[in-house]
């Protein structure tokens, strides 16, 4: 019988062992610091005890994460979606782009020289609106295909990484983490939804009803009528249209998390003031306990960073309560080994 106990109690050593090993390497990217264990903190808080006030069910575990700047690069020199319609207007020998789109795209190459965005009113809907036009005609599976020949490309200003490789590692790390405690992690993006889910979902692995993103409209290609008067054929297919239906930045992502998700998020995570809206909306009158953490780009060496722009937005986030990772204090590395910026 002692030794039957000794053995017993020997593998729940070698358990316990294996199991701490296991939930260290969660992190592996990350330095110790006060948002990790924040994070750390709540999911074990509202996951382990059922008998706990604080104990939410499993369907209600969702996280949203905006992409760009959160979860994936944002400065390279500009935000993935304005560098893939420079390319298309100004590099692409199989596209002839209208003048207006051409003026757009000139627009984000000459402002990508000083890494910022175009100085123009509203700048978000001209891009979006000339990116619609400019893949305007595309089935679905040509935008595809055409995404995902464009984030094969070698980033402009870093060596030994491609843009779809591009992803903040250590924030991969958070997203696979809230997944293995059964959070259903969500993409909310001001990006062009189909672009979202070819860039994020294999690597992230979010099916892409989880992906919500900016929109356009689509018909059939020969549809002449309202589509509550056409009926789809046999012979059509989905084309993309020059309309866009919603940038989805700031109250619209509040809006359309209530319209695709149809609950109010625990966990919020973002970068910039176009994630505010979605943050305060998931720290408010929650039935459940719910956090909010805002990525600042902090670090001058291994990403391109505008401190002055960075030390407003640390300041203005801690006014609202949310919590702040530093890219430069709080990852052991952004894109992995074998990348150094230009």
Same mark, same amino acid.
């Given at each position: 019988?002692k030794?039957?106990?000794?053995? @017993?109690?020997?593998?729940?050593?070698? #358990?316990?062992?294996? /199991?701490?090993?296991?939930?260290?390497n969660?992190?592996?990217?990350w330095?110790?610091?006060?948002?990790?264990t924040?994070?750390?903190?709540?999911?074990?808080m509202?996951?382990?005890?059922?008998?706990s006030?604080?104990?939410? !069910?499993?369907? +209600?575990?969702?996280?949203?994460?905006?992409?760009?700047?959160?979860?994936y690069?944002?400065?390279?020199p500009?935000y993935l979606?304005?560098?893939?319609?420079?390319?298309?207007? @100004? +590099?692409?020998?199989?596209?002839n782009? !209208?003048?207006?789109?051409?003026?757009?795209?000139?627009?984000?190459r000459?402002?990508?020289?000083?890494?910022?965005t175009?100085?123009?009113?509203?700048?978000?809907?001209?891009?979006?609106r000339? *990116?619609?036009?400019?893949?305007?005609?595309?089935?679905?599976?040509?935008?595809e295909?055409?995404t995902k020949?464009?984030?094969? $490309?070698d980033?402009?200003?870093?060596?030994?990484?491609?843009?779809?490789?591009? #992803?903040?590692?250590?924030?991969i790390?958070?997203?696979?983490?809230l997944?293995?405690?059964? #959070?259903?992690?969500y993409?909310?993006?001001g990006?062009?939804?189909?672009?979202?889910?070819?860039?994020v979902?294999?690597?992230?692995?979010?099916?892409? /009803?989880?992906?919500?993103?900016?929109?356009?409209?689509?018909? *059939? !290609?020969?549809q002449d009528?309202?589509?509550?008067?056409?009926? #789809?054929?046999?012979n059509?297919?989905?084309?993309r249209?020059?309309?866009?239906?919603?940038?989805? @930045?700031?109250m619209?992502?509040?809006?359309?998390?209530n319209?695709?998700i149809?609950?109010? !998020?625990v966990?919020?995570?973002g970068?910039?003031?176009g994630?505010?809206s979605?943050?305060?909306?998931?720290t408010?009158?929650?039935?459940y306990e719910? $956090?909010?953490?805002?990525?600042?780009a902090?670090?001058?060496e291994r990403?391109?960073?505008n401190?002055?722009?960075?030390?407003?937005?640390?300041?203005s986030?801690?006014?609202?309560?949310?919590?702040i990772i530093?890219?430069?204090?709080?990852?052991?590395?952004?894109?992995?080994?074998?990348?150094?910026?230009i």
């Amino acid at each position: 019988m002692k030794k039957i106990i000794i053995f @017993l109690s020997s593998l729940v050593l070698l #358990f316990t062992f294996v /199991s701490c090993n296991k939930a260290s390497n969660d992190f592996e990217l990350w330095n110790d610091c006060t948002s990790l264990t924040n994070l750390k903190e709540f999911v074990n808080m509202t996951t382990t005890d059922e008998k706990s006030e604080k104990y939410i !069910p499993v369907e +209600d575990r969702i996280a949203v994460f905006d992409m760009d700047g959160t979860l994936y690069g944002e400065l390279f020199p500009e935000y993935l979606e304005y560098l893939m319609l420079e390319y298309r207007a @100004l +590099d692409d020998t199989t596209y002839n782009a !209208p003048e207006d789109v051409k003026e757009v795209a000139t627009l984000i190459r000459e402002s990508g020289k000083t890494y910022s965005t175009p100085k123009v009113n509203n700048f978000d809907m001209v891009h979006a609106r000339a *990116a619609a036009k400019a893949y305007s005609g595309m089935t679905v599976r040509e935008f595809e295909e055409y995404t995902k020949n464009f984030l094969k $490309r070698d980033v402009k200003t870093f060596t030994g990484m491609t843009y779809k490789e591009a #992803f903040y590692k250590p924030m991969i790390e958070v997203v696979k983490f809230l997944q293995k405690n059964n #959070f259903k992690t969500y993409v909310v993006s001001g990006s062009d939804r189909a672009l979202c889910r070819v860039l994020v979902c294999d690597t992230l692995n979010i099916p892409y /009803s989880q992906v919500i993103g900016m929109d356009v409209r689509y018909k *059939a !290609p020969n549809q002449d009528k309202d589509s509550l008067e056409y009926q #789809f054929t046999k012979n059509d297919t989905l084309i993309r249209t020059d309309e866009v239906l919603i940038k989805n @930045l700031k109250m619209n992502k509040v809006l359309n998390i209530n319209e695709e998700i149809g609950k109010q !998020p625990v966990l919020s995570f973002g970068n910039s003031s176009g994630d505010v809206s979605m943050h305060v909306y998931t720290t408010t009158n929650n039935k459940y306990e719910s $956090r909010a953490y805002m990525l600042v780009a902090d670090d001058t060496e291994r990403d391109h960073a505008n401190m002055e722009e960075t030390n407003k937005r640390i300041a203005s986030w801690k006014e609202y309560g949310f919590n702040i990772i530093s890219m430069k204090n709080d990852f052991k590395t952004i894109y992995g080994s074998g990348v150094t910026m230009i």
